[in-house]
Nanobody, 117 residues
Framework: QVQLVESGGDLVQPGGSLRLSCAVS????????IGWFRQVPGKEREGVSC??????SYAESVKGRFTISRNNRKKMVYLQMNSLEPEDTAVYYC????????????WGQGTQVTVSL
């Protein structure tokens, strides 16, 4: 059974940092790209970042502030988020992709990130 479980979401002040983690099970991580997207109620889903075996990509809104990484042996994917802004407030989802840029084939339940004073 494919499972992606996110953790690490929290309330943080503007300018602060968080690291989101995604534990993957039920499939071989090596064969998939893994990414993060976020969603705010009433708004469209926004792709944040994606990492494949050969490349990483970021939304323009997070470039230079967020860093995605993966550990295939531990079956973990991480999103380091620095210099957080109120506009980063959203539910963050970890997702599996056949390739970055394609639609997600599986995703987790999400973790809430709130950036506020």
């Amino acid at each position: 059974q494919v499972q992606l479980v996110e953790s690490g979401g929290d309330l943080v002040q503007p300018g602060g940092s968080l690291r989101l983690s995604c534990a993957v099970s039920g499939f071989t991580l090596d064969y998939y790209a893994i990414g993060w997207f976020r969603q705010v109620p009433g708004k469209e889903r926004e792709g944040v970042s994606c990492i494949s075996s050969s490349d990483t990509s970021y939304a323009e809104s997070v470039k230079g502030r967020f860093t995605i990484s993966r550990n295939n042996r531990k079956k973990m994917v991480y999103l380091q988020m620095n210099s957080l802004e109120p506009e980063d407030t959203a539910v963050y989802y970890c997702a599996a992709y056949v390739a970055c840029g394609s639609g997600p084939v599986a995703w987790g339940q999400g973790t809430q990130v709130t950036v506020s004073l």
